[in-house]
Structures are given as structure tokens and as C-alpha cells.
């Protein structure tokens, strides 16, 4: 069994900054690539950023130059540093990650979903 849970989402005003945190826990052998996904009102799930297992990222356009994502793969948690948001940026955010959880040779892996967190911008 493997939970993602993630935190740090909350009520802001536009221009304003929020630090979401997702951590991993369980059976977990490896953790290979992190993701921040988002889901606005009517719209589809989005993919807002990703990390490697070795740091190298990956942005949607709309994000770029105001959100930054890191992990930590000691704590096995990847963290979405969100600045300069803006009322589209309203949205509930879900931590997704890549996780083997059978010692096998090649790893296997699945992908895991946190329940979300709503972020709400403000105008």
C-alpha cells in the first residue's frame, strides 16, 4: 500500500505565493518520476509540472518563471513553490508518482494519486 498526501494548499490573493507539499508512504521500494497535476472547475486534469528522479524538470507554459518544483527523495516528497499566482491558477492540485513496490529486476512501477488540495486565487 502506498498514500500520497498532499498539503499547503489554501486561500490567496492574486500575486500572492503558496508552498504545496505531497509526501509518499508505504511499500515503497523506488520513487522514479513526481508530478503536480491540477484540476480547475470544468476542465480537465492538467499537468503542471514533473521531476525526475535525478532533478531535471518539466513546466507547463502557463507556469513558467512563477512555479518551481523540488523533491526531497530522503523524505520522498516533491514540493510545487507557487508565486505570482493568479485567479487561473485556481484549481484542486494532485500529487501523482511514479512507484515500485516490488523488488523485482527491472523494477516495475505504478502510478499513484494524492486525494488533491484545493488552491483558490483570489482577484
Known amino acids: 500500500q502506498v498514500q500520497l498526501v498532499e498539503s499547503g494548499g489554501g486561500l490567496v490573493q492574486a500575486g500572492g505565493s503558496l508552498r504545496l507539499s505531497c509526501a509518499a508512504s508505504?511499500?515503497?521500494?523506488?520513487?522514479?518520476?513526481m508530478g503536480w497535476y491540477r484540476q480547475a472547475p470544468g476542465k480537465q486534469r492538467e499537468l503542471v509540472a514533473s521531476?525526475?528522479?535525478?532533478?531535471?524538470?518539466n513546466y507547463v507554459d502557463s507556469v513558467k518563471g512563477r512555479f518551481t518544483i523540488s523533491r526531497d527523495n530522503a523524505k520522498n516528497t516533491v514540493y510545487l513553490q507557487m508565486n505570482g499566482l493568479k485567479p487561473e491558477d485556481t484549481a484542486v492540485y494532485y500529487c501523482?508518482?511514479?512507484?515500485?513496490?516490488?523488488?523485482?529486476?527491472?523494477?516495475?512501477?505504478?502510478?499513484?494519486w494524492g486525494k488533491g488540495t484545493l488552491v483558490t486565487v483570489s482577484s
Open positions: 501523482n508518482a511514479k512507484i515500485s513496490t516490488i523488488r523485482t529486476i527491472p523494477l516495475k512501477y505504478g502510478y499513484y
Open positions: 521531476i525526475t528522479s535525478l532533478g531535471s524538470t
Open positions: 508505504g511499500s515503497i521500494i523506488n520513487i522514479n518520476d
